[in-house]
């Protein structure tokens, strides 16, 4: 948020609020699970835990398997480049006509695709 609105004034900064216990906000959630959403909405980032850690925390022991889940190095920006390119409505039409036109041709016989219903948007 500061990115986009700056640093907020030293007022704001200095006006005191107690946090309200995720317990008392959220009573009848697994402490675990509180335990961890604290850990997450930590304010300073630095304080956040990382995937890996997130991941090795209790409230997954059920789920998580440390020893399977694999670590790798954090992508590079390069690899989100077509993000950046700026298209018109035409480019688009012509991106997914040839995403359908190269799925039809491959003979997968029938598309993955669905048709939306409007049914089930309004």
């Given at each position: 948020m500061t990115d986009f609105l700056g640093t907020p004034p030293v007022e704001t900064i200095s006006k005191k609020k107690n946090p309200v216990?995720?317990?008392?906000?959220f009573p009848k959630a697994d402490p675990l699970a509180l335990h961890l959403l604290e850990r997450l909405l930590a304010f300073d980032p630095k304080d956040r835990p990382t995937a890996e850690e997130a991941l090795a925390d209790p409230y997954f022991h059920a789920l998580a398997?440390?020893?399977?889940?694999p670590t790798t190095q954090a992508i590079?920006?390069?690899?989100?480049?077509?993000?950046r390119r700026k298209l018109t409505k035409d480019d688009v039409r012509?991106?997914?006509y040839r995403e359908m036109l190269e799925e039809y041709l491959s003979g997968a016989g029938q598309t993955s695709f669905m048709y939306p219903r409007f049914g089930n948007y309004f």
């Amino acid at each position: 948020m500061t990115d986009f609105l700056g640093t907020p004034p030293v007022e704001t900064i200095s006006k005191k609020k107690n946090p309200v216990p995720f317990a008392q906000k959220f009573p009848k959630a697994d402490p675990l699970a509180l335990h961890l959403l604290e850990r997450l909405l930590a304010f300073d980032p630095k304080d956040r835990p990382t995937a890996e850690e997130a991941l090795a925390d209790p409230y997954f022991h059920a789920l998580a398997n440390i020893d399977k889940e694999p670590t790798t190095q954090a992508i590079s920006k390069l690899e989100f480049d077509f993000e950046r390119r700026k298209l018109t409505k035409d480019d688009v039409r012509e991106l997914i006509y040839r995403e359908m036109l190269e799925e039809y041709l491959s003979g997968a016989g029938q598309t993955s695709f669905m048709y939306p219903r409007f049914g089930n948007y309004f």
